[in-house]
């Protein structure tokens, strides 16, 4: 595999060190209950000290004997620590990763498969599209869940009205991208600002946008990229081509990524802006003129949830390591850590919304679902972007796979649309180089 990075190449020549002590998570340890220690690890979430210190203390108390140890590591060590730890051998008993790294993990039997650990009606818990996130097609055969879901952010898109056309006084924000290309030219001459500024070749972006328009161009069964035969991928790139061409998008949206574009609409230069509604906070402090003018949506394109149900679900996972001695209870402690009364608690204090169905009915009022359907939102500009991110999640019926070899296969395909784009190759010839590089290395 030509672009296997030095960490999975790692893990993969320790395998027989992974595998050989794997035990069935549903049998019990051979460990007593008495003095044990479990090790938990999360990831920059020292800020909520108090609520996890809590609900460790209630955990210990429904389980004499046990005692959690708990270690916050910054964003940056997460991988390393969780690399360094998986091959050593005392490992931590739950570590909290985002998904794709913890599929890497998964792919070699180093965590858990939590479909396995957790019963049925355990898993049917969790919000639908936010427990298939977790889900890892391992083989034709074998789908395995990499982690339990914790806290999770998602989509909305941010409007700065100021920029925008008003129709019988209403601000009009664009729906499709048909309406982003009738939108762009007025608004270039009118406000010198573009409609919005597509992440088109940052880790795969390319594929997230085709996915919201119901194009799924990866076999989730044997990982092939199959998108040179498809007519509406090659229409997707050519449109925006011509958009890149006529420079009604920015140049950046090529080089530099996400967040170039957040700095673009803090300084008013785009009238769209894809996020999570977190970021609201971050527009406010910073941005207090365009903060004023900003109202929300659904996320864009909203045809692509109309019709499919899709949304890009990001959520951060708690996994248990096969190599952990008490895999029983960091199970436990892990569902523990994503109930209900943690997970409220943690929303009121973060913009994040909860991995478990329970939070959204013990308190609706929160997340006001019931004005989102009569479509009557609260005043609050973050009340109201919660409400409509939690409608979205608990109505989204398919999200973006999680896939084995993920960071090779956005590799190519951001490669493919920059040649494309910069007129370094034909739009087909991209696609068929795109699919050749990903299907030759890891298409089974």
Known sequence: MRWMPAIVIALAACVFLITGCQRDASKPSSSSLRDVTLRL???????????????IREFEKTHPGVHVQWEDLPFTEGKKRAIAAILSPSVPDVINLNP?????????????????????????????????????????????????????????????????????????IPESWSQVSTLASWLEQKHSAKVMMPTLSEGGSFLKLLR??????????????????????????????????????????????HRASVEQ??????????????????VRDNAPEVYASTNIAPAFPQEGFKQNGYLDVSPMVLVVPVKSRHRRLAVALAKHLTQSSFQLALARSVAVLPSILD?????????????????????????????????????????????INDAQINAAVDFAVQSALLNQVSIDEALKQAEHAVNASFCD
């Open 100 to 172: 794709g790294f913890a599929a890497i993990l998964a792919q070699r039997s180093a965590l858990i498969n939590m479909n396995t650990a957790l019963t049925p009606s355990e898993q049917a818990a969790y919000v639908p599209v936010v427990w298939q996130a977790t889900q890892m097609q391992q083989s034709p055969v074998r789908t395995v869940s990499v982690g339990i879901p914790w806290y999770v952010t998602t989509t909305i898109t941010l409007a700065n009205q100021a920029l925008l056309p008003k129709k019988q006084n209403q601000t009009v």
């Open 359 to 403: 939070a959204y009915l013990d308190d609706p009022a929160f997340f006001g679902l019931s004005t989102v359907k009569t479509h009557s939102l609260p005043m609050s500009l973050e009340s109201r972007a919660r409400a409509l991110a939690a409608w979205q999640l608990l109505n989204a019926k398919v999200t973006n796979p999680l896939l």
């Open 212 to 257: 919201r328009e119901g194009i799924e161009p990866i076999s989730t069964s044997n990982g092939c990229l199959q998108w040179s035969d498809d007519a509406r991928v090659a229409q997707r790139l050519q449109f925006f081509k011509l958009l890149f061409a006529r420079r009604l998008i920015p140049a950046e949206a090529l080089t530099e990524g």
């Open 265 to 282: 609409y803090l300084a008013a230069r785009l009238a769209l802006l894809s996020i999570g509604g977190n970021f609201l906070s971050s």
């Open 41 to 55: 690890w999360t990831l920059q979430m020292g800020a909520f000290s108090p609520l996890i210190r809590q609900s």
